[in-house]
């Protein structure tokens, strides 16, 4: 690998500030104490401009080199999840039910890193934008960012983006043009039907067996609706109803995910789930009310971009170590509005703890891989604006 050599000496620094960010865990729109760290160690690497309070926590710093009039973004994400840690790490999270199980502290830490390069460096021609998103874990901090004029106060033309991937071995990366990341989904049915005794059903509407033939039937949407070329997944993860083993309810409600990756199998999806609820509901004399709620878009990656991505990979790790056409996943991401708004590409660099995968209560980001995304992001700015 060709880890840059100064990014390699301050390894031990960035360690450090993954394992404190790791050790104090914050939800979304809450990263109060790591958007203060955040801003001020750009301050103190320093930055031309230094951003806070976008989308709440946001914080966006600027680097600027040469006269050249390019400018481009480069996106991590700060925000923990509700998890009790179970990891057994000595930097394990203080506070009870929030850790860092989906490595963004190795992604703050790794943008941190290539600021504090970059500013030292200022190897480059034209205007780098450091994005330290909040709330990326379902609740749209990337979106609230461009509600409150991202692109407008900070004109950059292209997006980048990064996440680790236990999977895959540390010095390593994995890309594709097109649909990177699934649309996300979901979706709500409830039933009101007739209670009664659970000896005499022939007194009651029974919105369990409602709801067991609406989850069967909604399995015949990817199966027999989608386009078999076309990807799609949808799962049924709740059904509820009842108190009594001789009761038959009142009610029931099932809900679910849906994800998708092209708008017209979305539209299908969201179609097929109303009409299958109000259709059974309708056969068995059960009101059905359906809610479908629009999540994440699909994250979609623009073809140039990716190759300009994939090679500033290579540039660190080598050649045969970047897959340049690496399978879409069902996972989401709120990157995806970022790139509806901007040609860009967004990267899965690898952290090598299969063992332990996102979301896991055992997670913990590999710092070996560190100074692998520090140099990503380093090498990505110097080959999209070179220095004259």
């Given amino acids: 690998m060709a880890i840059i050599n100064r990014i390699g000496e301050f390894h031990q620094d960035m360690t450090a500030w993954r394992r404190d960010l790791h050790a104090h865990p914050e939800l979304g729109f809450e990263e109060h104490r790591t958007a203060a760290i955040v801003a001020d160690r750009l301050k103190a690497f320093g930055l031309d401009e230094i951003h806070t309070g976008i ?3 946001g914080v966006v710093g600027v680097l600027r080199a040469g006269t050249g009039s390019g400018a481009i973004g480069l996106r991590a994400d700060m925000d923990a999840l509700p998890i009790d840690e ?19 502290d190795g992604h703050t830490t790794m943008l941190l890193g290539a600021a504090r390069y970059l500013a030292e460096t200022r190897n480059f021609d034209g205007t780098v934008y450091l994005i330290f998103q909040p709330a990326e874990e379902m609740l749209g901090g990337g979106r609230v960012m461009l509600e409150e004029g991202l692109l407008e106060r900070f004109p950059m033309s292209q997006l980048y983006g990064l996440h680790n991937w236990p999977k895959l071995p540390v010095g390593s990366f994995a890309v594709r043009p097109g649909p ?3 649309a996300a989904d979901r979706f709500t049915l409830t039933l009101h039907g007739q209670g009664g005794h ?9 919105p369990v067996v409602a709801a067991a033939q609406i989850v069967l039937a ?3 949407i990817v199966s027999r609706n989608v386009d078999p070329v076309k990807q799609a997944v949808v799962s049924v993860t709740q059904i509820h109803s ?6 038959i309810p009142q009610t029931a409600m099932i809900a679910g995910t849906c994800r998708s990756f092209a708008p017209e199998v979305r539209d299908l999806i969201e179609r097929r789930i109303s009409s299958i609820g109000h259709g059974v509901g309708e056969a068995l004399q059960v009101e059905v009310n359906v809610a479908y709620e629009r999540g994440y878009p699909p994250t979609v990656n ?18 045969e170590r970047v897959d340049r056409a690496t399978p879409p996943v069902m996972g989401a991401e709120d990157f995806s509005y970022m790139l509806e708004q901007r040609p860009g590409s967004y990267i899965f660099m690898g952290s090598g703890r299969p063992e332990a995968p996102l979301h896991s209560p055992q997670y913990d980001f590999n710092d070996e891989a560190l100074t692998v995304g520090a140099s990503y992001w380093a090498r990505l700015v110097e080959r999209l604006l070179p220095a004259r």
């Fill in 55 to 57: 989308a709440r926590t």
């Fill in 86 to 104: 179970a990891s057994g790490a000595p930097h394990a999270s203080t506070t009870s039910g929030k850790m860092h199980a989906c490595g963004h």
């Fill in 180 to 182: 990177m990341m699934a």
């Fill in 198 to 206: 659970g000896a005499m059903p022939e007194l009651a509407r029974d």
């Fill in 218 to 220: 909604m399995q015949t």
């Fill in 242 to 247: 009842g108190d009594a083993f001789n009761v």
């Fill in 302 to 319: 623009s073809e140039a971009e990716t190759v300009l991505a994939a090679q500033a990979a290579a540039d660190v790790v080598g050649d």
